[in-house]
């Protein structure tokens, strides 16, 4: 006998966030290496320890300190209808893309999200007026569900993650089961990082990675590579 139950709104809000991090989500993600192939072109990343350490470096070093909480704010200028808002962290996202690559990244990404949004949910879609980033894109998809806005961080970043691992092991080259132990360490520094972005003052948010803009710029015009970024 099977026995039918209803969905609860923390249910449905889970699922959604979840469907939201899948790499299976048709926006282009697996394309990016966020400048990971440029740093393993360089030797700075060559095998599972360096690989790890880059991609934590970078949750904590870039991601808490710019799109996460960018993305906080932007899924209550949402439920809040603050068109202003939105525009001004939208803004803002383009305008800290520190290369050609990762401004087009988040644009195609941004575009990407917002046609899958309009083929499963139209009423949310038709609130865009305009092009988004990525980010903010997926703040509003993220909106439409009950799910507290540290978890739709939490499923932001573990998106992310997932995302660059596959890219670290095409890169590297890395096993998958490698893949699977760094993605482990992410996953366990991911709540942490997700608090910091929260607790995060509007004049701390920054996105200075110099490191990483070089190595992005060089990637541009990098002989032989996998990646668009």
Not at 98 to 116: D, H, I, K, V
Not at 177 to 192: D, F, K, V
């Amino acid at each position: 006998m099977i026995t039918t139950m209803a969905i609860t709104t923390t249910d449905a809000g889970l699922l959604k966030l979840i469907w939201l991090a899948s790499p299976a989500l048709p926006v282009g993600g697996f394309s990016y290496s966020e400048g990971l192939e440029a740093a393993v072109d360089r030797g700075l990343v060559h095998d599972e320890p360096s690989a790890g350490a880059w991609l934590a470096d970078q949750l904590h070093l870039t991601l808490s300190r710019s799109d996460l909480p960018v993305i906080g704010l932007a899924i209550a200028a949402w439920r809040e209808n603050d068109s202003a808002a939105v525009a001004r962290l939208d803004d803002w996202i383009l305008r800290t893309r520190e290369t050609a690559e990762l401004r087009q990244q988040t644009q195609q990404m941004g575009r990407s999200l917002l046609e899958w949004l309009k083929s499963v949910q139209p009423r949310e879609a038709e609130r865009a007026t305009q092009a988004l980033t990525y980010p903010i894109a997926f703040a509003l998809a993220a909106s439409a569900s009950a799910a507290p806005v540290r978890d739709c961080l939490i499923a932001f970043a573990f998106g992310w993650a997932e995302n660059m691992i596959q890219a670290a092991v095409r890169s590297v080259p890395l096993g998958q089961s490698a893949g699977q132990r760094i993605l482990a360490r992410l996953a366990a520094e991911i709540p942490a990082a997700v608090d910091s972005a929260v607790a995060l003052r509007d004049d701390e948010r920054q996105a200075y990675s110099p490191m990483l803009a070089i190595l992005s710029a060089q990637h541009e015009t990098q002989y032989s590579r996998l990646f668009r970024s």
